[in-house]
T-cell receptor, first 111, second 116 residues
Framework: DSGVTQTPKHLITATGQRVTLRCSPR?????VYWYQQSLDQGLQFLIQYYNGEERAKGNILERFSAQQFPDLHSELNLSSLELGDSALYFC??????????FGDGTRLSIL | AQKITQTQPGMFVQEKEAVTLDCTYD???????LFWYKQPSSGEMIFLIYQGSYDQQNATEGRYSLNFQKARKSANLVISASQLGDSAMYFC?????????????FGTGTRLKVLA
């Protein structure tokens, strides 16, 4: 058990919709990272937060946004969903500047 | 150009043997970090090992070691005494840039199958 909790585990929705993915980091970890894993794109880093502040930004689309709250949990918001957004979305946390503890992921399916 | 290259899409190794998974990287930053992750068929991502660009010694974590050859820009993962549970997808990754502008890049992965 990594100590990182992601909800929901599965999400099925339609094109054009908006969803929110949630991540609770391991106790004591201040950094939260979001990744997208798809067959087409492989593993893509989206964004990192550290203690509520954005720390690093990767290939995150403008339709996507994220934030980290004072209790350190993070949410990834995906809007105007397209078929190509179907993927496994991972959250990870760490005390360092590299992702160490991963959640089980949220599998997003766009119909 | 690919920033992280894993040239072995798939590999087989006999149980109890050692195996090396190749990874080459490309960056002009003097400060960077290299990582390996394991993803079993169950889907979770497991951090294995980290090597900083300024680290003098090769990183080791139990049966995992990272063969860091800076001049060749390679960061191969060596797994000693392979076990059946090592069968998984392995990803090499790099962090480049400075704090506040970090980029994390992943390779396409190597699927390792350990044979009994």
């Amino acid at each position: 058990d990594s100590g990182v909790t992601q909800t929901p585990k599965h999400l099925i929705t339609a094109t054009g919709q908006r969803v929110t993915l949630r991540c609770s980091p391991r106790s004591g970890d201040l950094s939260v990272y979001w990744y997208q894993q798809s067959l087409d794109q492989g593993l893509q880093f989206l964004i990192q937060y550290y203690n509520g502040e954005e720390r690093a930004k990767g290939n995150i689309l403008e339709r996507f946004s994220a934030q980290q709250f004072p209790d350190l949990h993070s949410e990834l918001n995906l809007s105007s969903l397209e078929l190509g957004d179907s993927a496994l979305y991972f959250c990870a946390s760490s005390v360092n500047d590299w992702p160490q503890h991963f959640g089980d992921g949220t599998r997003l399916s766009i119909l | 150009a690919q920033k992280i290259t894993q040239t072995q899409p798939g590999m087989f190794v006999q149980e109890k043997e050692a195996v090396t998974l190749d990874c080459t990287y490309d960056t002009s930053d003097p400060s960077y970090g290299l990582f390996w992750y394991k993803q079993p068929s169950s889907g979770e991502m497991i951090f294995l090992i980290y090597q900083g660009s300024y680290d003098q010694q090769n990183a080791t974590e139990g049966r995992y070691s990272l063969n860091f050859q800076k001049a060749r820009k390679s960061a191969n993962l060596v797994i000693s005494a392979s076990q059946l549970g090592d069968s998984a997808m392995y990803f090499c990754a790099m962090r480049e840039g400075t704090s506040g502008t970090y980029k994390y890049i992943f390779g396409t992965g190597t699927r390792l199958k350990v044979l009994a």
